[in-house]
């Protein structure tokens, strides 16, 4: 996938342009202020990779967005106060007061939901404190309560897609470094091999 490889093109530029930092005499500092400059291997590197995520991740990114925009504030907002996850595990969502959710409110607390993701799930994992609210919630005069009729208690099933969606951000994110460092270590021993055989 072209996407992998322009991010694994990122590495390669940044131990290529360590190495000659080095053998400059610069320092750490030199070598990382020069990372930023344009018309840099690491600047064409990371300029080829966002080009590449545009063209072929952000269309597919914007749709699940818009759909998203649409789908769970509706249901949040709508007859059955819950999406249907929140509904199948006996869940609704309400206002700080008890009430049924507004559009607006329900908008609000999806957008502020992505804070949540962004911060690799702290956000979600803010309902272990004792208002039980997540960040989302928080910041959107919201709360997620049981139903009147549900069994209000959590199948063995739903604890594990609960930890499966926390430690997927932060697994990715590791693989994606990971990625990175063995592109630089690669290329810094290729350098390093060419360096020493001339």
């Known amino acids: 996938m072209q996407l992998l490889k322009n991010w694994q093109a990122i590495g390669a530029a940044m131990a290529q342009q360590m190495l000659s ?51 769970w504030p509706l249901q949040e907002a709508g007859t059955h106060k819950a ?9 609704h969502v309400l206002d700080a007061a008890g009430n049924k959710l507004r559009r607006h409110q329900a908008f609000k607390r999806h957008l502020a939901g992505s804070l949540s993701w962004l911060s690799l799930n702290v956000g979600h994992a803010m309902v272990l404190a004792p208002a039980h609210l997540a960040l989302h919630d928080r910041l959107a005069g919201s709360q997620v309560i049981w ?33 990175l460092t063995q592109s630089m270590t690669h290329t ?9 055989a001339g």
């Open 21 to 71: 930092s080095v053998q400059a005499g610069g320092n750490f500092f030199d070598f990382v202020q020069s990372l930023w400059q344009p018309g840099t291997p690491v600047m064409q590197a990371l300029l080829a990779f966002l080009k590449t995520f545009h063209t072929t991740c952000l269309p597919v990114l914007l749709g699940f967005l818009l759909l998203g925009l649409l789908y």
């Open 83 to 91: 999406s249907l996850g929140k509904r199948v595990f006996g869940l």
């Open 147 to 179: 139903r009147e009729n549900a069994r209000r208690k959590l199948p063995w099933w739903g604890y594990v897609w609960l930890l499966v969606s926390l430690l997927l951000p932060a697994a990715l994110l590791a693989w994606l470094m990971l990625l």
């Open 188 to 196: 810094a021993q290729l350098l390093s091999m060419a360096h020493n």
